[in-house]
C-alpha cells in the first residue's frame, strides 16, 4: 500500500513540474526521501543485497547492453537504479546515473529482465502486453500472465487514479486465472490465500483521493488490513527469508516443545486459533 502511495506521489509531482525534461538527481533525492519515509533503511537494502533474490533491469548507455542489476547494498543507490530502470528522455533531461554509469529503461534493450546464469526454462513471465504482441521480436514468445487487452498508451500516459485502479483488478484476475498454471511450474500455494482480500483493497483504493494524497508512512498498511495480514507481516518481521517458509508450514512452532526462542513464541500464539 505504501508502494503504491509513493507512486502515486510521485506521479502528482511529474504532472505538477511537467512530464518532460524533469532533471535526475531532484527525482533521485525526492525518491530516498519517500524511501526513508516509508521505513527503508541502509540496513533493510543491505539484507536485500546479501539475499541476491532482486534483479532490476537497466540499459547501459555506453556500450549499449541491457544489465539485470543485483539490488545494491545502500539506500541511495537502490533509489538511482530503481530510478534509473524507468528513465526515459526526453521526460528526464538526461539519462539515469547509476554508479557512475549512464543508464536509461531496461525496456530498451530487454523485455525480460534475466540475471545471467539463470535458467530461462525457470523464468515465471508476466507481461502488460498480450500474446500476439509478445510474439514478435523481442520477446519472441508468450508469458505465463498477459493481459487479453492491448493497452499501449497505458505505458506511456499518466491516467488518473480512477483509472489505474481499473489497471491493477486487471492484473489480479488475469493472475487468478492462471493459478492452476503457476502451480504447475512449482510455486506452493499459500494457504488461506489470499492474505487480503479484494474487496479490503477496493475499499482502500476507495478512500484515496489524488488531489489530497496520504502523507507516506512506516507502516505497512492502513487499519483496513486483514487479521491474517497483520499475523504475515508479523511473520515476515520475525524469520529471515531462509526460514520463513518453514516457519510457515510449522516444523519451528513444533520445536516449542523443547524450548524455542521468544520470537518463535509469538509465532506459535498467533498461529493459535482465537477463543471467545
Known sequence: ????????????????????????????EDTIN???????????????????????GITQCVPPRHCSEPTPSTRRDLAALWLSSMTVVPFFRTPGIYKGK?????????????????????????TCFPWWATMLPPAMGVADIQPSHFMPTEVLVLYPWAHQQMLIKRGYDDAKLRHDHLVARGLRPLPNAPLTQWSEWQALFAAIDEENLPPLST??????????????????????????HDALQGPRLRRLDSGGSRSEANVAQLSMPKRP
Open 1 to 28: 500500500y505504501q508502494i503504491l502511495l509513493l507512486g502515486l506521489h510521485q506521479k502528482k509531482k511529474f504532472l505538477k513540474n511537467g512530464v518532460y525534461l524533469n532533471d535526475f538527481n531532484s527525482m533521485l
Open 34 to 56: 519517500q524511501f526513508e519515509a516509508i521505513g527503508i533503511t541502509d540496513e533493510d537494502v543491505a539484507r536485500l543485497c546479501g539475499r541476491n533474490q532482486c534483479f532490476i
Open 102 to 126: 549512464y543508464y536509461v529503461d531496461g525496456g530498451f534493450s530487454a523485455c525480460y529482465s534475466v540475471p545471467d546464469g539463470q535458467p530461462w526454462d525457470d523464468v515465471i513471465k508476466v
Open 219 to 244: 507502516k505497512a498498511s492502513t487499519a483496513l488490513a486483514s487479521e491474517t495480514e497483520r499475523q504475515h507481516r508479523e511473520l515476515l518481521k520475525t524469520y529471515s527469508h531462509s526460514d520463513l
